[in-house]
């Protein structure tokens, strides 16, 4: 019989679930701002600003200094280690202009993929090394809550075993390190969507990528009432010529988080993974009017699909920067509509694949 020695107390257990709670508020997601230096440099270079710390501190502005419009659809921005000492223009620090409103601040804590030997160009995660360290500081400075990306790829012979397994148990011991410093860790196994895969192979993979996920989560320890879990999506690959409709991909997605994903845990906060603007905040929609028994919040962490418009709108230009904001607040709300199964979607289609029958379930 196994035994587990005490981990955490009743008050530590009480604060990290109130922490998770306030980030998924009814209507509520997360704006995922925490871009690494070399994920952002793409996303500058699309629009042809160079990518300087001055500069991705004037487009981290444009974000966070939507008005209270924002307040009723954004529970958590997740910060880069930059940003979170960084300044607005005024001299007010990111983490106050964010913490006043009420809006609780995130880190990422991982540092990037590495190669994992003996498989077929799969990854897993490093940053375990210090890690205690970082969220004893990070907690000082004002985050709440942690995110740690790991990444799978499908293909004929991907995701590999030892991939799922190696990946789930580093998210366990990340969220457990987490967890003992008052962090709410939010558990990213990102499946890719690059590849031809149907939606009934991603809905298989997601399934069996969560399963172990969880089986780790126990082995640790981890409190599942104080975490939160951002998957993907379930979506047909972006090369499947047969497209689904988002009452399809609700369904899947839904059907797969049931099968994996206990009760215990207190939302999820779905990551956009390659999708337009449009396109993720139909999908989320539809996952919360999909017809099924969902005992977590099902909700957004989005950064592409929260800033295209913003990035495209502001391209560097001081005059272009109110506009910009007007953007991410647009798509914020949006969003919270989404969040809440209450989004009535315009007439911007936005690359919305809506034909082809594929079930899974």
């Not at 995922?32 to 990518?51: C, F, T």
């Not at 924002?70 to 007010?92: A, K, M, P, R, W």
């Not at 030892?162 to 366990?172: D, F, Q």
């Not at 609700?250 to 906060?269: D, E, I, K, S, W």
Request: charged fraction near 25%.
């Amino acid at each position: 019989m196994t035994h587990q020695f005490p981990t955490l107390s009743a008050g530590q257990k009480k604060n990290l679930q109130e922490i998770a709670l306030r980030i998924v508020s009814p209507g509520k997601g997360i704006l995922a701002a925490d871009e690494s230096v070399g994920s952002i440099a793409k996303r500058l270079s699309q629009v042809g600003v160079e990518n300087t710390e001055e500069n991705r501190r004037r487009y981290r502005q444009i974000l966070f200094s939507a008005d209270d419009r924002i307040n009723s659809c954004i529970g958590g921005v997740i910060f880069f280690h930059e940003t979170l000492y960084q300044y607005s223009d005024d001299g007010t620090p990111f983490v106050k202009m964010i913490k006043e409103r009420g809006i609780l601040i995130g880190i990422k804590v991982d540092k990037g993929v590495v190669p994992l030997p003996g498989t077929n160009g799969e990854t897993t995660t490093q940053g375990l090394d210090g890690l205690s360290e970082r969220c004893a500081q990070y907690k000082k400075d004002g985050a709440d809550f942690a995110k740690w990306r790991c990444v799978l790829k499908i293909s004929d012979t991907n995701p590999s075993k030892l991939a799922i397994e190696e990946n789930a148990n580093v998210l366990a011991r990340y969220s457990s390190i987490c967890q003992q410093h008052g962090i709410v860790p939010i558990i990213e196994p990102e499946i890719l969507p690059d590849g031809d895969h149907d939606l009934k192979r991603c809905q298989y993979v997601t399934e069996k990528v969560l399963a172990a996920v969880y089986k780790a989560m126990s082995n640790h320890h981890v409190y599942l009432e104080g975490t939160l879990v951002k998957p993907n999506m379930v979506t047909p690959g972006h090369g499947c010529t047969t497209k689904c409709s988002p009452e399809e991909v609700a369904m899947a997605t839904v059907t797969a988080l049931r099968r994996t994903v206990p009760p215990a845990v207190t939302g999820v906060t779905f990551l956009s993974g390659g999708q337009s603007e449009e396109e993720a905040s139909v999908h989320l929609n539809a996952i919360n009017n999909c017809p099924l028994v969902k005992p977590w919040a099902l909700t957004f962490s989005y950064g592409r699909a929260l800033q295209a418009s913003a990035l495209k709108t502001w391209r560097g230009h001081k005059e272009n920067e109110n506009a910009a904001t007007e953007q991410f607040i647009k798509r914020a709300e949006v969003n919270g509509l989404a969040a809440t199964g209450r989004y009535l979607r315009g007439g911007d289609e936005d690359g919305l694949h809506d034909y082809g029958p594929s079930h899974a379930y």
